[in-house]
């Protein structure tokens, strides 16, 4: 397990060989700093890690909407960690059918729950841990989380020149593209004349976050293969929330999203998404390029 953010003195961790998005959602939490996504990289129904150190103190299972596309599991999960690294603040997790008890400690990387699949995912979302950060008098609502800061180190290695390179895996939900171009952690491209790594899902989401080494500019206009692709409108640390311009990003002819994380220990690989189920369906092995496309 890796430190990847934080909140006071809560630490947040994630697999080594996981992913991690603070903004590839679009639920609020994920515009305002106050959420994270651990991606653990197993399926849905397998184990899924505690990603912090704390006291379970409470578990409600509640109902949610139903799969649009996909079989959920007909439920969800809120579990509250009374945090032992703060104890003026609780953790609360979504998305894991827990196989820990009220009062039981969890260490980071030990088993926590089973990964589900809510009816509030998207066809195309991987199984994942969320995570808010929260006073013990508002565990629940959708809003008022504490700020989360970025603790994972970033490069800045220059950005990429093109969005070319393998399919890796094909199903109809989505697509993974190893590019050709060796990249750490993050996807990058220039913020403002610095490097950032992109996070989120674009265009479809609409917004999309920036991470790099320091503060991060605001106003600046994000490019990628030296594209306009958003304009930075709020910033904290080394972490930006930037609006999307108006473009799209196609393959074969295909309209598709862009799915990214961050990837602490791995070539982060890119994510298309179909208009719908089954609408891209490449061959794995094959060459493929990205066009950006500004809108008329």
Known sequence: MVPIAASGSVTVF?????????FNSPYPMHFSLTGVDIYPERGFGEMAPAPVKGRVVKIRKVRAPG???????????????????????VVKILHVDPVVDCGEVVEPGQPLGRLLRSGY??????????????????????????????????????PVEELRGTVTRSTPEYTLIALREKVRIGLPADVGGRTGLLDGGIPHYGRFGVHIRGPVPRNSLV????????????????????????????????????????????????????PKRGMLMLEESEEVSLAIKRAE
């Open 121 to 158: 995912f998207n066809f195309w979302t991987d199984p994942h841990t969320h995570l808010e950060v929260r006073r013990p008098s508002d565990p629940f609502r959708a809003r008022g989380g504490f700020t989360l800061r970025r603790l994972l180190s970033v490069d800045e290695p220059g």
């Open 67 to 89: 799969g649009r596309g996909f079989r959920d599991d007909g439920f969800d999960c809120v579990m509250l960690l009374e945090s032992l690294e703060d104890l003026g603040r």
């Open 14 to 22: 994630s697999p080594m060989n996981g992913r991690f998005s603070f």
């Open 223 to 274: 490019r990628l293969c030296g594209e306009p692709i958003g304009m930075i409108k709020t910033a904290t640390g080394n972490m930006g929330l930037a609006e999307c311009t108006s473009f799209g990003i196609e393959v074969d002819g295909v309209e598709v999203g862009l799915s990214l994380y961050l990837s602490p220990a791995s070539e982060p690989k890119l994510k298309l998404i179909p």
